[in-house]
């Protein structure tokens, strides 16, 4: 065990010292929008134990409590800080569990996502010839339809072939598919290019004469000299996944209001807008907007001081 604890700090300041944690820690905006998403999603996991209710129990929801305003304003009450919605949900928690909500399906698109281009990029870049030309067409195809028409087409048919009964439960399972199979096709162009570099060079021939197998060589030898510009483009494409997941939700083909997320809750305050109930819709965007914010800084952050050019 003190081995182990004597371990993590060397590793952390091997981190710090490196070209990368040098650049982290001379670049404010770097470190300001890690310290906010690092502080967004804290909030976001721990819902249960800050927010001041839980909005999905029915037993904590009073409906004599609806559509207060946020704690400065007149008629508020105690402990709303950010009013309450007209079913008497308190905005502050149901922001919070909606973030969580909506973070989950942001990375679990970016993850698949990522897994279907890497294997696609391999598999053409390594195999060449009539394999590359069939999966690039395929990508060139999904890429012909627009990014948002395609997740909704994806996200109708898999819930057509959903029982009706299974369709809410499994609400986030199909967005995730909807969004990932729209935006693997970057990873796939990308780690296809790197793939037919690598092919060519010595240690790859080396391979191939001692009859090492193509499985072993891709994800032993070439995978690993692929994975810093796809971890790159996974950063910057999780504030747009996030943003697919709530236009989706915000279209009403998203999540269920039984299981809301930032693009649920921006659809429901959207809705009450010109009512007078304007803290329906400001917080929940404006939550939205700091967490794809903060992504894409840093996700521009990482691009550039990963670029050797930039050094």
């Not at 001692?210 to 999780?238: D, F, G, Q």
């Amino acid at each position: 065990m003190p081995a182990e604890t004597a371990r993590a700090p060397g590793r952390l300041a091997r981190w710090l010292d490196s070209d990368i944690g040098w650049s982290f820690r001379q670049t404010p905006v770097a470190w300001l929008s890690a310290l906010l998403l690092i502080l967004l999603i804290v909030s976001a996991f721990c819902a249960p134990l800050i927010a001041p209710q839980n909005p999905h129990d029915l037993k904590q929801i009073f409906i004599d409590k609806a559509e207060l305003p946020p704690i400065w304003a007149k008629d508020a009450e105690w402990p709303f800080l950010l009013g309450t919605d007209p079913q008497g949900r308190d905005v502050l928690s149901a922001i919070l569990y909606g973030t969580r909500v909506s973070l989950i399906i942001g990375l679990a698109s970016v993850m698949v996502s990522m897994a279907i281009g890497v294997t696609v990029g391999l598999l053409a870049g390594y195999h060449g010839g009539r394999i590359d030309n069939i999966l690039m067409r395929i990508g060139d195809t999904v890429l012909s339809i627009p990014t948002l028409l395609m997740a909704i087409l994806v996200s109708a048919l898999f819930r057509e072939m959903l029982p009706p009964g299974l369709r809410e439960p499994f609400a986030a399972v199909v967005i995730v598919l909807s969004i990932s199979l729209t935006n693997w096709v970057q990873y796939a162009r990308t780690v296809r290019a790197l793939t037919m570099v690598e092919r060519r060079k010595e240690y790859v021939l080396a391979a191939r004469i001692i009859k090492v197998s193509s499985v072993r060589i891709m994800r032993r030898h070439i995978l690993p000299n692929t994975l810093t510009p796809v971890m790159v483009a996974a950063t910057l494409n999780l504030g747009l996944a996030i943003l697919s997941e709530a236009t989706l939700s915000f279209l009403g083909v998203g999540m269920p209001i039984t299981q809301p997320s930032l693009g649920t809750l921006i659809r429901i305050g959207n809705q009450y807008l010109f009512s007078g109930s304007w803290w329906l819709i400001v917080f929940p965007a404006l939550q939205l907007g700091l967490i794809v914010l903060s992504v894409n800084l840093l996700g521009d952050w990482l691009r550039d001081a990963l670029n050797p050019k930039l050094r």
